[in-house]
């Protein structure tokens, strides 16, 4: 079982203005790889609060996973990258590519997403858009391979390559 938490990063959402529906379809989705959300937060759109809520998920609830969305496009309000980069020590670039590459085949609006991935200590932190759709659009391009990330960063699996 895989210890996942969702941060939400909506003004909007965090004061009660704007349904959460992305948060609902991550916590169905990472139910098939195992996952289980055992830490919600919704938080406005302001790089320390999101910095802070990243570290306090990564280093003291130890999650394994934290699932961000919103906050990855244009608009001055949209922190969750720099917060992102801010927290994590080492950037998995691949994630968000894979995301970006497939979603350019639904909409060329995907190429506008300044979504990252990275590792903080043993937690693996993606940033996902804040629709609903394009969340459930992109899960399904990396959920099949998060389990064997998780397994090598965690320290359940060994090394990736095979002979």
């Not at 394009?134 to 389990?147: G, H, M, N, Q, T």
Request: proline share 6%; net charge neutral.
């Amino acid at each position: 079982m895989w210890r996942v938490g969702i941060l939400t990063a909506s003004d909007k959402g965090s004061r009660g203005e704007r349904e959460d529906k992305s948060a609902q379809v991550i916590r169905d989705m990472v139910a098939g790889i195992r996952g289980e959300v055992v830490s919600y937060h919704i938080v406005p759109d302001d790089p320390d609060v999101l910095k802070e809520m990243l570290i306090k998920m990564a280093d003291q609830e130890k999650l394994d996973l934290i699932l961000t969305t919103g906050g990855t496009g244009f608009s001055p309000r949209d922190n969750t990258p720099e917060a992102t980069r801010a927290v994590i020590e080492r950037e998995v670039p691949g994630i968000p590519e894979a995301m970006r590459y497939e979603s350019l085949k639904k909409t060329p609006r995907a190429m506008l997403s300044r979504a990252v991935a990275g590792i903080r200590h043993k937690t693996l932190i993606i940033n996902l858009p804040g629709s609903a759709r394009a969340v459930r659009e992109c899960l399904e391009v990396i959920l099949p391979v998060l389990p064997h990330g998780l397994e090598i960063l965690t320290g359940r699996a060994g090394e990736c390559g095979a002979d």
